[in-house]
């Protein structure tokens, strides 16, 4: 078991940076892949940024690539979502979640354990 606590969301103006954090507790941290995921009202909860367990690879939603970075520190059970020249659809709440199948970060099937999510707000 592992234990997912977002935080760092908020209010921003268009253009502008937040940088999320996603605190783990429970299982080694290291064991996991970790994502972001977001959701906006009335859609659905697509994939934005996943790591692997070393931090080595990175994949990215193409909507994201060049604006957001995913990093991960495994000495503080942490992964960060760095997010900058964000959009007003950037909008939505974000989650994080834990992998322990590798091969399917970009799906949400591929997740076994989701946070509550930080919300974030981009005002246009």
């Known amino acids: 078991q592992v234990q997912l606590v977002e935080s760092g969301g908020g209010l921003v103006q268009a253009g502008g940076s937040l940088r999320l954090s996603c605190a783990a507790s429970g299982r080694t941290f290291s064991t996991y892949a970790m994502g972001w995921f977001r959701q906006a009202p009335g859609a659905e909860r697509d994939f934005v940024a996943a790591?692997?367990?070393?931090?080595?690879?990175?994949y990215y939603a193409d909507f994201v690539k060049g604006r957001f970075t995913i990093s991960r520190d495994n000495a503080k059970n942490t992964v960060y979502l760095q997010m900058n020249s964000l959009k007003f659809e950037d909008t939505a709440v974000y989650y994080c979640?834990?992998?322990?199948?590798?091969?399917?970060?970009?799906?949400?099937?591929?997740?076994?354990?989701w946070g509550q999510g930080t919300q974030v707000t981009v005002s246009s």
């Open positions: 790591i692997s367990r070393s931090g080595v690879s990175k």
């Open positions: 979640a834990a992998s322990l199948n590798p091969g399917q970060l970009m799906t949400r099937s591929g997740y076994d354990y």
